[in-house]
């Protein structure tokens, strides 16, 4: 059974950088069949994508947080990262990274999500 | 990308039925026929319950079906039991590799 798991801190500064990592386990990590990808949920409302990494290295970001994200996949590790730069409390959110699938452009497997907080 | 709208709540007692809507525009659910709806419960992660508008993964009830007309998706829970309590969200691929999440709905078994 296919398990992700995101790690990083919970506690981020404003105007600092917000870096999460994802592991996954139990599946096959390499694979044009799906991207690997990035949704955070503020307190109370609705997901919102972030953005998604190929195993090849491509990426795709939401425009409206495309100016301050990067998603990087390390291969080595069956991990892939989310760097978010200049946060605000408006960044406060669980965090989820997930596994989408391309062909019908769903998400099929999620994370526990973690809780980041961003306060002085 | 706005957020789709849904409705903040509905409600249906033991063994009936509920709607939820999910609407969007011509360029997200109107585009594009992959509409998909997630059931979360409270501290936990979505879990998907429709894709492709009306498809559903392995293991889901057949008492969860989706539709579509123009811009606005539904998903129609029937025979609501205790366990659909749960708050539902669609999500809609917006074109460019982006997808769009709605407000989300909380359904209440009555």
């Known amino acids: 059974q296919l398990q992700l798991q995101e790690s990083g801190p919970g506690l981020v500064k404003p105007s600092e950088t917000l870096s999460l990592t994802c592991t996954v386990s139990?599946?096959?990590?390499?694979?044009?069949?799906?991207?690997w990808g990035w949704i955070r949920q503020p307190p109370g409302k609705g997901p919102e994508w972030i953005g998604s990494v190929y195993y090849s290295g491509s990426t795709y970001y939401s425009p409206s947080l495309k100016s301050r994200v990067t998603i990087s996949v390390d291969r080595t590790r069956n991990q892939f990262s989310l760097k978010l730069n200049s946060v605000t409390a408006a960044d406060t959110a669980v965090y989820y990274c997930?596994?989408?699938?391309?062909?019908?452009?769903?998400?099929?497997?999620w994370g526990q999500g973690t809780l980041v907080t961003v306060s002085s | 990308q706005s957020a789709l709208t849904q409705p903040p709540s509905a409600s249906g007692s033991p063994g009936q039925s509920v709607t939820i809507s999910c609407t969007g525009t011509s360029s997200d659910v109107g585009g594009y026929n992959f509409v998909s709806w997630y059931q979360q419960h409270p501290g936990k992660a979505p879990k998907l319950m429709i894709y492709?508008?009306?498809k559903r993964p392995s293991g889901v009830p057949d008492r969860f079906s989706g539709s579509k007309s123009a811009n606005t998706a539904s998903l129609t829970v029937s025979g609501l039991q205790a366990e659909d309590e749960a708050d539902y969200y669609c999500?809609?691929?917006?074109?460019?590799?982006?997808?769009?999440f709605g407000t989300g709905t909380k359904v209440s078994v009555v």
């Open positions: 999500s809609s691929y917006a074109g460019g590799n982006n997808f769009v």
């Open positions: 139990g599946g096959t990590f390499s694979s044009n069949n799906y991207c």
């Open positions: 492709e508008v009306n």
């Open positions: 997930a596994r989408r699938l391309e062909e019908m452009a769903t998400i099929d497997y």
